[in-house]
């Protein structure tokens, strides 16, 4: 058997795991003790790492996956600055996992060991390893067969289970590992946690951006104060629809009636709680498959071939029914359009859409003016506002517009509206949207390795790996909509469609069930029961025998947004390839100790290819316009916007895009004297069609004295641009920088520079008897950073929170796409954004790592362990960048340590850190575990504002969680785990400005959870 001696950081067989290099390593016992953590939960007890995801829902970002953060640099845009291994080869990135590696993937049953090097690798490893590198190594200690199962009790949930079979062989000449590993999770609603979910206007006003939108419904609605020309079958020529009609029961059914991110009362906003139809944990299913092989060809040659499978899925993630993001084509040519939409009021400007248009004739329109010319503010449950004063305002306004709105219908508000909220999804069960994920990964590694006669030794890797993404979303047909609030909606799966010829092209039959043709009712009235926490709506109409269409409408309502709504699929498949040549060993030469000076070097070349490939109706080159087919005659045209048929989500484009690098690299130990070593390490790359870089290192070990060493680090480490975002291209996303999601518009940039950083480190390391600690001082110094302009800070350019507005620059304002109120609209008027990928500016952070563990001696007839661990942040500056010439930072440098950004989920807490105490005796073990995170104050103008306006804080305060795990070894070769995570069952801390009020990326959701686990050897 050739020895396999791997350390994490370097090449040179036999690199003590205390070299110059700083190395946390997470044993087998180590995990046992325990309890066997998830892999999120056991990166969140990594210090290093800052926030991840993996825990929650997280609106489909990494639904299923897990992921990794070291030294808290990654980007939300551009992805991970940590370079993930398993068994020392590279690992691609998941287009689900924000572009970073989804370490949900790796065979857990298989894991034997976690290596975490805490320093810039890029003269290792090349590019990625800026924040540091994470090495997942398989366990080689199994003989025979070994059965686990896990179970995890969740208060609100079924909970959570796992069980796995592994099988380890260990011959003479061969070595073989077999895993198989299953794991549930169970679905656990976001209201079976009263903090993540506060509802109604009181819930509004402890965090008005807590799950809240400002396209709601109940809705608004605008009336034509003056007579449109034209018809509004054959369209309008000439329409203004400016006068407010606010939909009736807003706060009855959980709606807030306030000008969005305030407390001002406002009887025209209805802001919707979207967040009451997730759920915190999805189900998830997630299976591995696992075997690894090692098999001597000669005494000085080994083969090895490794496989993995592994795939998880989310099949019914819970969603609201969306707002809109996009718009009916005009009837008639107005605006940039040529006519041939399903609108009748005209497009302006420049604009190819038109607006959503409700005829007087639509039932809903009709209940609801009754409903106007009745109500009154003296009941109990007021039709608007939040008392009676502010009921009378927006009483007085809606029955101001009640006669223009009779006459000539009403437009949907293009930012205060959407055609479906608190009533939830008509043709579903639970009255939820439904998304879908899902991902497979195929894994196939193998080479040689031997030594040759003089001693050197070789290993020839190659490695490929395949990752399918395949997820499928639910959304509105624009053009159905339109169509069916005229009254020209069809069921779906009904053979009596209603069609252009039996309608003379949507002209006439409006509401005419015996061709098949409905209304869809968009108001309040059409909503029996709101799936927020109020009792039944009380302005529901169920029947009618005076309003036309109405009883049809209430019958096939579901069938009929059944037909309006589509699935959007699509697939993303990475690929990777990797071919290593390493050749390490001893020279002849010595310096002034005793051992001789080592050395490695090397070639590798990587192949990595990522293409995108929606299905038809999804693709926005074969669907690209509201009109398209099927939902459409494909007239008209829309060369600009091409953004797909779908209300909320925009259509994609395919793409199919790989690099090629080809990198060669060495890597020397110098033993200087016996208490003083060096290392020297460079790796060349090149990138085809992308430039090269050269990234040197060195390293030194002084053992200063018996008990005492210290070490320290200096490298350069880059990260290239992926090739998804060098192109020109550009994708329609989605964002939330005003406080209700809308589409931006991302631009790739073909003159992206890679990023470069410069990192040193500084520690020490202590050993005296039972005692041993380690404490350094690291670095990080990146210019260049990948990233995009993001659009907050688009948004605070534009719309400064103190001084005027830059409507006036011509160059900021076509960044924008306004409603009819245009820039002088604010905030609120904001409908799209235009943004592109940049190298941003510099970033500098530093802190200190420290750990220390004392084996104290037998306590009550047992051995008795204790320690700690932890980073401190100490800085993390961010110089910002500009737009259009102008500084997104008027103050210059940044001060991110200590703060919270709610836009990215991301917390930059000072301290993290854990602490344990260990008992042992015999086959039991009892470990008691707390794990703090500091506290942190938000820093965005969003949360801050808010704060102000609800008198509340902007802290995010310290979280401690307790952990106790008892472990014994049981006959029959069993052991038994029972475990207590969250002892004390805190909740993670408040945090106002985001969805869930708190922060996913380091708090815990589940709250107290009980583990039993049984391990069984054979």
């Not at 025209?268 to 696992?290: M, P, R």
């Not at 190819?352 to 329109?365: C, H, K, W």
């Not at 929606?614 to 669907?623: E, R």
Request: net charge negative; hydrophobic share 35%; charged share 15%.
């Amino acid at each position: 058997m050739v020895e396999e001696v791997v350390v994490t950081g370097s090449f040179i067989a036999g690199t003590p795991e205390d070299a110059a290099l700083p190395v946390d390593v997470i044993g087998s016992r180590e995990l046992a003790n325990r309890g066997a953590p998830t892999m999120v939960q056991l990166i969140k007890t990594i210090p290093s790492s800052g926030a991840v995801i993996g825990e929650n829902n997280r609106f489909g970002s990494g639904s299923g996956a897990a992921t990794i953060n070291l030294r808290n640099l990654n980007s939300a845009v551009t992805g991970s600055r940590t370079l993930v291994l398993f068994n020392g080869r590279r690992l691609p990135t998941s287009p689900q996992a924000i572009s970073s590696v989804d370490i949900n993937l790796l065979p857990t049953a298989a894991i034997g060991r976690v290596e975490v090097l805490k320093d810039g690798a890029a003269a290792t490893y090349g590019s990625d390893a800026i924040g540091g590198v994470v090495n997942f190594i398989t366990r080689t200690d199994l003989e025979g067969f070994e059965l686990n199962a896990n179970y995890q009790g969740i208060s609100g949930s079924p909970g959570d289970y796992e069980g796995s079979i592994a099988y380890g062989y260990r011959g003479d000449s061969a070595r073989l590992l077999l895993t198989a590993g299953y794991r549930h999770r169970s679905e656990m609603s976001v209201k079976e946690r009263d903090w993540a979910l506060r509802t109604g206007p009181e819930g509004y006003l402890e965090n008005p951006l807590g799950g809240w939108a400002g396209t709601g419904n109940p809705g608004q609605y605008q009336t034509a104060t003056t007579a449109p020309v034209g018809s509004p079958n054959t369209g309008y020529t000439a329409a203004s629809f400016a006068g407010s009609l606010p939909d009736i029961g807003c706060g009855a059914n959980g709606g807030a009636p306030y000008v969005l991110t305030t407390t001002i009362v406002s009887p025209t906003s209805c802001n919707f709680q979207y967040t009451a139809f997730d759920n915190l944990i999805e189900d998830e299913d997630h299976y591995q498959l696992y075997g690894k092989l090692n098999v001597d060809i000669t005494d000085n040659i080994e083969g090895n071939v490794e496989v993995l499978w592994a795939s998880h899925n989310t099949p019914l993630q819970s969603w609201a029914i969306t707002g809109p993001n996009q718009y009916p084509a005009p009837i008639l040519a107005s605006g940039a359009s040529p006519g041939g939409g399903s609108s009748p009021i005209p497009a302006s400007g420049t604009g190819e859409q038109s607006r959503f248009y409700i005829p007087n004739t639509n039932p809903g329109l009709v209940a609801l003016l009754g409903q106007i010319a009745t109500a009154n503010c003296s009941g109990a449950v007021l039709p608007y506002g939040v008392d009676a004063a502010s009921c009378a305002t927006g009483l007085a306004t809606a029955q101001s517009q009640a006669a223009n709105a009779a006459l000539y219908g009403v437009a949907s508000s293009q930012t205060a509206w959407r055609p479906l909220g608190f009533a939830g999804n008509p043709y579903t069960s639970d009255r939820h949207s439904h998304y879908s994920y899902k991902i497979d990964t195929l894994r196939v590694a193998g080479g040689f390795r031997g030594r040759f006669e003089n001693g050197v030794n070789w290993e020839l890797g190659l490695t490929y790996q395949e990752q399918d993404f395949n997820y499928n979303l639910q959304d509105t047909s624009v053009n159905r909509l339109q169509l069916a609030l005229r009254g020209y909606g069809s069921r779906a799966g009904n053979a009596d469609q209603c069609t252009a010829a039996e309608t003379a092209n949507f002209t006439t039959n409006a509401g005419n069930a015996a061709l098949g043709c409905f209304y869809f009712n968009p108001f309040t009235n059409a909503m029996q029961q709101s799936l927020s926490n109020v009792p039944a709506n009380p302005y529901y109409v169920g029947s009618s025998s005076t309003i036309a269409g109405l009883n049809d409408a209430v019958a096939n309502r579901g069938a009929v947004f059944n037909w309006m709504e589509e699935e959007q699929r699509n697939e993303i498949t990475d690929k990777l390839f990797v071919a290593d040549l390493i050749f390490n060993g001893e020279s002849s030469f010595k310096l002034w100790g005793s051992d001789n000076i080592s050395w490695a070097a090397g070639a590798q070349f990587r192949y990595d290819r990522r293409i995108q490939d929606p299905d038809v109706v999804y693709d926005a080159n074969a669907t690209p316009c509201v009109d398209s087919a099927p939902f459409g005659d494909g007239s008209p045209y829309c060369p600009t916007t091409a953004n797909g048929p779908f209300l909320f989500n925009a259509n994609l484009r395919p793409y199919d895009v790989e690099r090629k690098i080809g990198s060669g690299f060495f890597e020397v130990r110098l033993p200087i004297t016996d208490n003083l070593e060096g290392s020297l390490a460079g790796r060349y790359e090149y990138y085809q069609g992308q430039g090269e870089t050269f990234n040197p290192k060195a390293a030194l070990r002084w053992q200063a004295l018996d008990w005492l060493a210290l070490r320290g680090s200096v490298s350069t480490t880059y990260r290239a641009a992926a090739a998804t975002i060098t192109t020109t291209n550009f994708s329609r996303g989605l964002t939330n920088a005003s406080g209700t999601y809308r589409a931006n518009d991302l631009y790739g940039n073909p003159n992206l520079e890679p990023e470069t950083a410069l990192t040193y480190s500084l520690g020490a390391i202590v050993k005296i008897g039972d005692f041993n600690a380690t404490v350094d001082y690291w670095n990080f110094d990146f210019k260049d950073q990948l990233t995009s302009e993001a659009t907050l800070d688009l948004l605070n350019l534009m719309f400064p929170t103190a001084g005027p507005n830059k409507c006036g620059n011509a160059a900021l304002a076509a960044r924008f796409t306004f409603d009819a109120a245009g820039c002088a609209g604010g905030r609120p008027s904001v409908l799209s954004y235009r943004t592109q990928y940049i190298n941003g500016g510099q970033v500098k952070t530093d802190g200190v790592d420290f750990q220390a563990n004392l084996q104290v001696g037998e306590v009550f007839g047992g051995d008795l362990s204790t320690g700690f661990d932890g980073t401190y942040l100490l800085n993390y500056d961010d110089s910002g960048y500009q737009i259009e010439g102008l500084p997104t930072s008027a103050g210059g440098v940044i001060k991110r340590a200590g703060t919270y950004r709610a836009s990215l989920f991301t917390g930059y807490n000072r301290l993290r850190a854990n602490a344990y105490v260990n008992w042992a005796s015999g086959g039991q073990n009892l470990r008691w575990q707390i794990r703090h995170v500091s506290s942190t104050t938000q820093v965005e103008p969003n949360s801050i504002n808010i704060a102000a306006a609800v008198k509340s804080t902007t802290k995010v305060a310290e979280y401690w969680q307790h952990d106790l795990t008892y472990r014994a070894e049981l006959p029959w070769d069993t052991a038994l785990t029972l475990s207590v995570m969250n002892l004390l069952d805190e909740d993670p801390p408040f945090a106002i400005g985001t969805q869930y009020n708190y922060d996913p990326g380091s708090g815990n959701p589940l709250g107290r959870v009980y583990t039993v686990g049984v391990k069984k050897r054979f």
